[in-house]
Every structure is written in structure tokens, then in C-alpha cells.
Nanobody
Framework: QVQLVESGGGLVQSGGSLRLSCAAS????????MGWFRQAPGKEREVAAA????????YYADSVKGRFTISKDNAKKTVYLQMNSLKPEDTAVYSC??????????????????WGQGTQVTVSS
């Protein structure tokens, strides 16, 4: 079992930055791929970024590519999402997720088993 708790959300002006953290408890996340998902009001949840359990492979949605960076610290059991050049359309609840993976270099965009409660990110124009 893996429990996930997000932090770092808040209100920021357009063009600003935030860093989200996702701390895991329970099992080690060394063999878990991790993802950051977001859901804006009235929209479906979408993947923003994902990282393989080795940290070597990452995936980014086109809408965040070049602005967001996902990273994983297995020793600290924490995953980060650095968000730069934020736009009002980035406003959403951001949730981290984990899934066990046998492939050290696979960054999945679906099929996650464990989810955090989410943290609100609001970008004002």
C-alpha cells in the first residue's frame, strides 16, 4: 500500500511558478511509476506529467511541455512537479498517483492504482 499526500498548491499570478510535492508513506516508491494529473472545473481529469520509477523517462502533456518538470526522489519517497510560466488555464486540482511497474523506464499515462487527495492550483490573470 502507498499513501500519497500532495502539498505546494496555492494562488499565483500568470507567469509565476509553483512547486508541488507528493510525499509517499507506506511502501517504498522505488518500483513505482508516478504521475501528476489535473482536473479543472467542468473538465475531465488529464495527465500533466509522468515519470518512470527509475526517473529516467518522463512524459509531458503538450499543454505543459517546456513549462513543467517532473522529478522523483526515491530516497525521500517524494515526487515533485515544478511549474513555471503558469497560465490561467493551468488552474485545476492537481493530484499525484502511483502505480507499481516492472519496467524501470516506463512512464504510464493511465492505469494508476494509488491517488492523493489533490491540491488546488489557481493562476490569476
Amino acid at each position: 500500500q502507498v499513501q500519497l499526500v500532495e502539498s505546494g498548491g496555492g494562488l499565483v499570478q500568470s507567469g509565476g511558478s509553483l512547486r508541488l510535492s507528493c510525499a509517499a508513506s507506506g511502501n517504498t516508491i522505488s518500483n513505482y511509476a508516478m504521475g501528476w494529473f489535473r482536473q479543472a472545473p467542468g473538465k475531465e481529469r488529464e495527465v500533466a506529467a509522468a515519470v518512470s520509477w527509475s526517473g529516467a523517462t518522463t512524459y509531458y502533456a503538450d499543454s505543459v511541455k517546456g513549462r513543467f518538470t517532473i522529478s522523483k526522489d526515491n530516497a525521500k519517497k517524494t515526487v515533485y512537479l515544478q511549474m513555471n510560466s503558469l497560465k490561467p488555464e493551468d488552474t485545476a486540482v492537481y493530484s499525484c498517483a502511483a502505480t507499481y511497474s516492472r519496467n524501470s523506464d516506463y512512464a504510464p499515462v493511465r492505469g494508476y492504482n494509488y491517488w492523493g487527495q489533490g491540491t488546488q492550483v489557481t493562476v490569476s490573470s
